[in-house]
C-alpha cells in the first residue's frame, strides 16, 4: 500500500481517535476473552510464544489487556503498549491479579522512536495480537523489533487471515445439500479482491457505535515487511472453528470450520 508520509498521519491520527472514541464498547464486548480470543486466537499464540517464567515480553496494541493478564498469569513480566490512553485505562483497571508483572505504556506502534525508548535488546519476546491489520504502516514497527528484542527472540502476530478474510472477501450463507440422506450444511468465502486492496472503513464487532479503518496486506507484503527487517518464519498456524463452536448468526465465523479466519504467525531474527 502506498501512502504519503502526510496521508499516512491524517489516516494513523483519524484511526486513533476511532479506537478511543469506541474503546469502552470493545472492552465491554471482549472482557476477558471473547470467542475469537478463546478459541483461535489465545491458545495459537501462547503454543508459538512459548511462554517461560520471568520472561520479560513486549505486547503491542494490548487493548484492554487481556492477552498481558493470560501472560502474567503464566509468569511472564509484560510490557503492554497501545496508541489508545482509554483502552489504557480500562486495561489498568481490569489488572486485578499479577498487578506487579504489567507495566502499561502509550505508544503508538507505527512510531519507531517511541518503540524504541522501550529498551533496546530488552524483550525475549513480542506479541501483536489481532492488530496489525488495523496499522496504517508495519514497517516502522518490524524495524524497531529487530532491535527490541534479544539474541534469540521471536515475534508473534496474529491478524485477519488475508486471504480469506480481508475487505475484498464476501461470507455466503450456506447450502444444504442431501448426500445419501443426510443434509449436508456448506459456507462459503468469496473472494474478489486480494492483491489491491485500499484501506477501507469496516464493522469489527456487531453493535460498535463506530467503523475502524483496515489496512489489508496480501501475504508477500505482510511477510516482505517481517523478512526486510532481518525475521525469519519459523511458525504458522491458520486456526479455525470447530464442529462444536458452530452457532449464532447464519454468517458468523464460527460456522465456517474449514475456512481460517485468522492467521498467526512467529518470526525471529535471521542468524
Known amino acids: 500500500m502506498e501512502t504519503g508520509q502526510g496521508n499516512v498521519q491524517d489516516l494513523n491520527r483519524a484511526t486513533r481517535e476511532i479506537w478511543d472514541s469506541k474503546a469502552r464498547f470493545w472492552d465491554e464486548q471482549m472482557g476477558e476473552g471473547n470467542q475469537f480470543q478463546r478459541v483461535l486466537i489465545g491458545p495459537a499464540s501462547e503454543r508459538l510464544l512459548q511462554v517461560q517464567p520471568d ?38 483497571a481490569r489488572t486485578t491479579e499479577h498487578p506487579e508483572r504489567i507495566e502499561y505504556r502509550l505508544v503508538d506502534a507505527t512510531d519507531e522512536s517511541q518503540l524504541l525508548a522501550l529498551g533496546e535488546r530488552r524483550f525475549d519476546a513480542a506479541v501483536c495480537n489481532m492488530a496489525l491489520m488495523d496499522m496504517v504502516t508495519i514497517e516502522p514497527l518490524m524495524r524497531a523489533l529487530a532491535r527490541l528484542l534479544k539474541p534469540g527472540g521471536r515475534f508473534v502476530f496474529s491478524l485477519l487471515h488475508p486471504a480469506f478474510n480481508n475487505p475484498g472477501g464476501t461470507r455466503l450463507a450456506l447450502e444444504e445439500e442431501d448426500r445419501d440422506g443426510q443434509l449436508m450444511e456448506t459456507y462459503y468465502v468469496k473472494v474478489s479482491n486480494y492483491l489491491r486492496v485500499p484501506p477501507v472503513r469496516g464493522v469489527g464487532m456487531p453493535g460498535e457505535p463506530t467503523p475502524h479503518y483496515y489496512f489489508h496486506r496480501s501475504l508477500s507484503v505482510l511477510f516482505g515487511a517481517c523478512f526486510t527487517a532481518g525475521f525469519v518464519l519459523d511458525g504458522l498456524e491458520e486456526p479455525a472453528f470447530g464442529p462444536d463452536d458452530k452457532g449464532g448468526r447464519p454468517l458468523n465465523w464460527a460456522n465456517y470450520t474449514d475456512v481460517p479466519p485468522v492467521l498467526v504467525a512467529r518470526m525471529r531474527p535471521a542468524g
Not at 61 to 84: E, I, K, M, P, Y
Open 55 to 92: 520472561q520479560v515480553i513486549l505486547e503491542i496494541a494490548c487493548g484492554n489487556g487481556v492477552f498481558s493478564r493470560r501472560l502474567a498469569s503464566l509468569g511472564a513480566w509484560v510490557v503492554a503498549t497501545d496508541f489508545s490512553a482509554t483502552f489504557l485505562d480500562l486495561a489498568r
